[in-house]
């Protein structure tokens, strides 16, 4: 037996469930999990003596539909590896986008909020680049928060987490310059839309909104972000990509100034920003 032998032979498994090249990367995303081995090794035909049991025991949870960054327990943001699992979102590469915004527009020393904190990737990865800023993450999720607090824990990340909802009316919250979310905002009617590897295993709580109240949390931040953002504030939204022009116009109605709908990488609208004008009372 060797590996590229094995290598063809999930691949064909997987292509039942994913397209080809990323049945490709799956495969090759166990290997270097389980084996040690990169494409090269693949391609130089190693031998293997045996299938390690826990290699198939994730090609077996892989076939079943189980998201490999769960069967992994980690996902990739920003160049770094965050724990993730069941009732954490995964974390995707448009919040990447969202992070590197705010790193190219904002420096200096300020108070950062993020709301719906999950796995913690935002407020670490901000923590961690933007040395000067003091972060905080919410989230109402007990289990989301202790996966944020271990993934702050391994890179030494300072920042404080809230158990909260932002739904809640009054969160008591401290003055901030920024606050930033990714919250749920996929439609009821969209699960026909999206992979079934996502409805079973991700939870549900971060990811969808009511059909007839799409913009549910956008407007809870927004009025915390009137009432807890520093005048002239930043407040950050990744949005849903049918949904930029009702963001700006909420947001413009709230009172924020300067609200921008930004594009990403794929051409989708992706992020709507803007500063709060309310002056202090």
């Known amino acids: 037996m060797n590996l590229r032998e094995v290598y063809k032979a999930y691949v064909s498994q997987l292509i039942s469930l994913y397209p080809d090249t990323e049945a490709r990367s799956l495969v090759m995303w166990l290997f270097e999990a389980y084996l040690s081995v990169d494409r090269k090794d693949v391609l130089n035909?190693?031998?293997?003596?045996q299938i390690p049991e826990d290699l198939q025991n994730a090609m077996n949870k892989l076939m079943a539909g189980e998201p490999i960054q769960y069967i992994l327990e980690k996902a990739p943001f920003y160049g770094r590896e965050f724990r993730v699992g069941p009732g954490?979102?995964?974390?995707?590469?448009?919040?990447?986008?969202?992070?590197?915004?705010?790193?190219?527009?904002?420096?200096?020393?300020?108070k950062v909020l993020d709301l719906g904190t999950g796995s913690g990737c935002i407020a670490i990865t901000l923590a961690l680049e933007w040395a000067e800023a003091e972060v905080s993450g919410l989230d109402i999720s007990e289990q989301a928060l202790a996966v944020a607090n271990e993934n702050a824990a391994k890179y030494a990340a300072k920042l404080n987490f809230i158990k909260a909802d932002v739904l809640q009316k009054d969160l008591n919250l401290e003055k901030f310059d920024l606050m930033v979310s990714n919250p749920p905002?996929?439609?009821?009617?969209?699960?026909?839309?999206m992979q079934a590897n996502v409805l079973k295993h991700e939870p549900?709580?971060?990811?969808?909104?009511?059909?007839?109240?799409?913009?549910?949390?956008?407007k809870a931040i927004c009025?915390?972000?009137?009432?807890?953002l520093h005048p002239n504030g930043f407040l950050f939204f990744e949005i849903n990509e049918a949904f930029g022009p009702e963001v700006v116009s909420m947001m413009n109605s709230e009172g924020f100034g300067e609200v921008r709908l930004v594009q990403d990488i794929n051409g989708k609208d992706r992020i709507v920003y803007g500063q709060v004008q309310q002056t202090e009372s």
Request: overall charge negative; cysteine-free; hydrophobic content about 40%.
């Open 223 to 228: 009025l915390h972000a009137k009432e807890s």
């Open 45 to 49: 035909n190693q031998p293997i003596l």
């Open 185 to 193: 905002y996929v439609l009821e009617k969209e699960r026909t839309l």
């Open 88 to 110: 954490v979102l995964i974390p995707r590469n448009e919040t990447e986008e969202l992070v590197q915004l705010i790193l190219q527009n904002h420096k200096g020393k300020m």
């Open 204 to 218: 549900e709580l971060a990811l969808f909104v009511p059909d007839e109240d799409p913009l549910r949390f956008y």
